[in-house]
């Protein structure tokens, strides 16, 4: 039997009643319910905001055609399910709709040069935020803010308006969830200000881990490793040029998000010129870690989560990502990738960040090790206690099973040996 406590165990008593208060207005007919009905949220945004063109909907509307049957037959969500699958869809809406009007009313934002980016690919769980978060320590090097990619397109307040509203609204946004469910904080410690993936992105064509990782939705799921995901890299271009052009910080950008993996081609027709960093981890540990992180976002919002389920879907995901993965890889000009392994930098990141650094021929300068060595201290202080606790068998796996799915998987010869540091 499984040692995970039940969905239920996590909604503070405060909360149930609020869904429950929620619930009665929508019956009564006197709040707008938090359904998924694609033209009232439309309707909605377009009245919110005043504005009327979401731009070319060609792929949106066929990822959305997909995702709102899936979220209301497979993923069973509760009451506070259906209020943040309808508000992220709003958003989403209501930002498409703002940043359609920035594109017409400064069409410089089209001519914005995105500098080759270092990105890096791997596995949920196998380092990549904290080889994300060092690296953008660099000052030469810029990445997105949580806030940033939570919200990629700037409101209208932001630019009347001294701190960003965006900001306010992140760091709500993550004391409710984490207030629903702390664990959450100890499986990915994070911040508004803080360096994080660019899944919001993603979202803005409603692709990406951040929709699947929340709801059990395998029908989507499949539908987007099948499908032509072209337009939503094009789309997140265009995005990271807007955040260019509103910053002015025009800096290579360090990308990462496991869902890369499964789009590297896609990514890489966007970024020819890229540096590509691998990461690397046990395939037992990266699945048992992936399925924790995917089943406690999952219990927010639904009651009825199986966490044998999530096991077996992380573990195919993974399987099915690094195989994504290996077919691109041999198109990648050898100069232009590396391997690094988890161990490695668990045991000594400088040694890791140099040989990243060496192999890209970058100048790895006084300042920045100074400010990688700042983040580090940071990191310990202000998340002593986030030490993320899972099994494989919590998932309904073994490690016999997981190895074997990986078997005819060879590490990479090109990983350093991880030596603990003097």
């Known amino acids: 039997m499984s040692s995970l406590p039940p969905a239920t165990h996590f909604r503070p008593f405060p909360l149930n009643g609020l869904m429950r208060g929620l619930e009665r207005l ?9 359904d998924l009905c694609w033209e009232r949220i439309v309707t909605r945004a377009m009245r919110e905001t005043g504005l009327s063109d979401l731009g070319d909907t060609r792929f949106l509307d066929s990822q959305r055609d997909v995702l709102l049957p899936a979220l209301r037959h497979e993923a069973r969500l509760n009451t506070l399910g259906r209020v943040i699958a309808h ?26 040069e995105i500098a080759p980016p270092l990105i890096i690919v791997g596995p949920m769980r196998s380092g990549t935020t904290r080889l994300q978060r060092l690296i953008a320590s660099d000052p030469g090097f810029s990445a997105f803010r949580l806030y940033e990619s ?44 803080e360096v994080d993936e660019e899944l919001g992105l993603l979202e803005h064509s409603l692709h990406g881990a951040l929709i699947e990782a929340q709801r059990a939705i395998p029908s989507f799921a499949r539908h987007c490793e099948t499908a032509d995901m072209g ?14 052009w509103f910053t002015g910080d025009r800096r290579p950008l360090v990308l990462k998000t496991p869902q890369y ?22 395939p037992v540990s990266v699945v048992a870690s992936s399925a924790s992180l995917a089943w406690n976002q999952m219990v ?38 590396i391997d690094i392994g988890f161990e490695e930098v668990n045991a000594n990141w400088p040694q890791a960040i140099q040989r990243i650094y060496s192999h890209f021929g970058l100048e790895l300068s006084p300042s920045a090790r100074a400010a990688m060595r700042a983040y580090v201290a940071r990191a310990a ?10 099994t494989l068998e919590d998932f309904g796996l073994t490690r016999a099973q997981v190895e074997a799915t990986f078997a005819d998987i060879a590490p990479p010869p090109a990983l350093a040996p991880a030596r603990v540091a003097a």
């Open 150 to 193: 939570t919200c990629p397109v700037p409101w209208p307040k932001c630019f009347t308006q001294v701190a960003d509203p965006r900001i306010s609204r992140t760091r709500f946004g993550l004391r409710i969830l984490t207030w629903i469910n702390p664990r959450n904080a100890e499986v990915h410690p994070t911040g508004p200000l």
């Open 231 to 244: 337009p939503a890299y094009a789309r997140m271009k265009q995005l990271m040029k807007l955040r260019q």
């Open 300 to 337: 927010v919002q639904s009651d009825h989560v199986d966490p044998h389920w999530v096991g077996r879907e992380w573990l195919w995901k993974t399987r099915h990502r690094m195989d994504r993965t290996a077919a691109v890889r041999p198109k990648i000009a050898p100069e232009r990738q």
């Open 87 to 112: 508000g992220s869809l709003l958003k989403i809406v209501k930002e498409r709709l703002w940043a359609e009007q920035l594109f017409r009313q400064h069409p410089e934002i089209a001519q914005e």
């Open 381 to 390: 202080r202000e998340h002593p206690f986030a030490h993320h606790r899972y």
């Open 26 to 34: 929508w019956d009564r007919g006197l709040q707008p319910p938090a």
């Open 261 to 282: 993996m499964a789009d590297l081609d896609q990514l890489l027709l966007q970024f020819p010129q890229a540096r590509v960093v691998f990461t690397h981890r046990d």
